[in-house]
């Protein structure tokens, strides 16, 4: 009689992964939606923090398998900043630059922003002259390198190794300089 609900932590995981797709879609073209995400996920903690302490039952014990696919779906809102970044990074209007003055040097270094264009132009219907533009195409080679080392760390995991051992590194030698 005096036990509150329990928490139903499914709904919330559902309402952190909404919230943080779309910061991750929109935050580009509209930077305040970080500090946006920062004051949701602060009211959230305090929130749940306080219902769980003074209103909620003692929930039962979770098994790690929900954070686990939380975390796989949480990798796709890269991929979709990564897409409606380059969308609106390369709009002419919101980035309007003399097309006389855009280096060819640019485009002609990265060949991928061709076939980038000419799938958005089949695609999407938009013009493939506008990932031409030099910021679009370094975004794209900054959206490649990503992806690329994305891969290897999912497939061999060698990166988080060499960090892990950078860190140890650095932390064994700050603890002899004590």
């Not at 060698?158 to 064994?172: A, E, P, W």
């Amino acid at each position: 009689m005096y036990t509150g609900p329990t928490l139903s932590l499914a709904d919330r995981y559902s309402v952190m992964i909404a919230a943080i797709f779309i910061i991750f879609t929109y935050s580009l073209s509209m930077p305040f939606l970080y500090l946006g995400g920062v004051l949701i996920f602060s009211c959230m903690y305090w929130t749940d923090k306080i219902l769980f302490l003074r209103h909620l039952s003692t929930p039962p014990m979770f098994r790690t398998e929900l954070a686990k696919r939380t975390y796989l779906i949480l990798e796709w809102a890269v991929v979709l900043h990564f897409a409606f970044g380059l969308i609106m990074i390369s709009n002419p209007d919101i980035f309007n630059l003399d097309p006389n003055k855009v280096s060819q040097t640019t485009t002609n270094l990265l060949p991928l922003t061709k076939f980038v264009g000419r799938w958005a132009k089949t695609f999407i219907g938009v013009s493939e002259n506008r990932f031409a533009q030099t910021h679009s195409s370094l975004y794209i080679l900054g959206i490649c390198i990503f992806l690329c080392l994305f891969a290897i760390e999912r497939f061999t995991g060698i990166l988080s190794q060499v960090i892990g051992k950078v860190i140890d590194v650095i932390h064994n030698k700050s603890e002899g300089e004590e």
